[in-house]
C-alpha cells in the first residue's frame, strides 16, 4: 500500500465549478497534511496545510482533514482555467520535516 | 515567501560524466536542505536529507556513492550526479528549510532538468 494516495486524474470541471481533490494516507500517526500546486515544467508550491481535524479555508481554497478516515482533500471553489495544474497532497509522519508526496491529481479546468 | 534558487535550470551532458547541481537559499540560512528527484508523470521521491556540516542520510535505494551531497555552508547545498546515465535523466528540485518553523517553512528550488545523452 503506497503511503499516500491519489487518483491521478485528469480531473476535469468546467471554469466557475468546484473542484474536489482526494487524498488518502497509510499511516495513522502522520501529522501534517500539505497541498502542493505543481505546473507543468516547474517545482511545486505550497497552496495549503492543515494540522488539526476540520477545515481551513484560505481565499477559493478549503483543506479537509478526517484523521479518524485518514483523509484529508482539497476544494477550489470558482475554478479557474489557471488552476489546471497537478496537485500534490504530502504527508509529515512522526517528528521532523521529511515530506512524503502522493502521485497527485491532474486538474483541468475548462472553459 | 522565502527565495531557493538551483543552478543550472537545465543541463545536458554526456554518459559518463558527472553534473554538479547547487541549491542556495537567498533570504535565510537553511540547516536542512532536501533532495528530491521527479520522473515524468511521476510524483516527487525524497533522495536525501542534507544537513549542514555533517554527512546527508539517504533515502533506501539511493546510491550514496553516485549521488554525492555537500552541504558545506547554512546556504549552499550541491548534489553531484556521478557517472550519469541515461537513467539519470530526470527533474530534480532542493527544498530548503526555515529553522524554527514547521514543515509548511520547506521552500523549494524552480529545479534542475538533467537529461544524459
Known amino acids: 500500500q503506497k503511503e499516500v494516495e491519489q487518483n491521478s486524474g485528469p480531473l476535469s470541471v468546467p471554469e466557475g465549478a468546484i473542484a474536489s481533490l482526494n487524498c488518502t494516507y497509510s499511516d495513522r500517526g502522520s501529522q501534517s497534511f500539505f497541498w502542493y500546486r505543481q505546473y507543468s515544467g516547474k517545482s511545486p508550491e505550497l497552496i495549503m496545510f492543515i494540522y488539526s481535524n476540520g477545515d481551513k479555508e484560505d481565499g477559493r481554497f478549503t483543506a479537509q482533514l478526517n484523521k479518524a478516515s485518514q483523509y484529508v482533500s482539497l476544494l477550489i471553489r470558482d475554478s479557474q482555467p489557471s488552476d489546471s495544474a497537478t496537485y500534490l497532497c504530502?504527508?509529515?509522519?512522526?517528528?521532523?520535516?521529511?515530506?512524503?508526496f502522493g502521485t497527485g491529481t491532474q486538474l483541468k479546468v475548462e472553459l | 515567501g522565502a527565495v531557493v534558487s538551483q543552478h543550472p535550470s537545465w543541463v545536458i551532458c554526456k554518459s559518463g560524466t558527472s553534473v554538479k547541481i547547487e541549491c542556495r537559499s537567498l533570504?535565510?540560512?537553511?540547516?536542512?536542505m532536501f533532495w528530491y528527484r521527479q520522473f515524468p508523470k511521476q510524483s516527487l521521491m525524497l533522495m536525501a536529507t542534507s544537513n549542514e556540516g555533517s554527512k546527508a542520510t539517504y533515502e533506501q535505494g539511493v546510491e550514496k556513492d553516485k549521488f554525492l551531497i555537500n552541504h558545506a555552508s547554512l546556504t549552499l547545498s550541491t548534489l553531484t550526479v556521478t557517472s550519469a546515465h541515461p537513467e539519470d535523466s530526470s527533474f530534480y528540485i532542493c527544498?530548503?528549510?526555515?529553522?524554527?518553523?514547521?514543515?509548511?517553512?520547506?521552500?523549494f528550488g524552480p529545479g534542475t532538468r538533467l537529461t544524459v545523452l
Open positions: 504530502a504527508v509529515v509522519t512522526g517528528g521532523g520535516n521529511k515530506l512524503t
Open positions: 527544498s530548503a528549510h526555515r529553522p524554527g518553523g514547521g514543515p509548511d517553512t520547506q521552500y
Open positions: 533570504d535565510f540560512q537553511a540547516t536542512t
